[in-house]
């Protein structure tokens, strides 16, 4: 998760500088915002989000509060693959 949200944190410096696509900057935005609405991802987020610079904090928050994101967990995949590693049988 670290990884991710420090390759955003990249993604944010080159979209204020000009130098990336708006196109690309909304799709890694939407793609790590939907990482934080997961369970686990939320958990993170609270307590390390104060590590990362305010500006990046401000774009995923204002992201997640939109609402408009997908949740891995509703994905049949990942809930086949959380079950076998949760509920073996």
């Not at 420090?6 to 696509?21: I, N, W």
């Not at 909304?26 to 990482?35: G, I, M, N």
Request: include cysteine; glycine fraction near 6%.
């Amino acid at each position: 998760m670290t990884d991710t949200l420090l390759s955003f944190q990249s993604c944010l410096a080159l979209r204020q500088a000009g130098t990336l696509d708006n196109r690309i900057y909304d799709a890694y935005l939407t793609f790590t915002a939907s990482l934080l609405v997961t369970t686990g991802g939320q958990a993170y987020w609270q307590h390390f989000r104060n590590t990362f610079i305010p500006e990046m904090v401000e774009e995923l928050d204002k992201k997640i509060a939109k609402g408009d994101l997908g949740n891995i967990q509703q994905i049949p995949q990942f809930n086949v693959n959380w079950n076998k590693q949760n509920n073996p049988q």
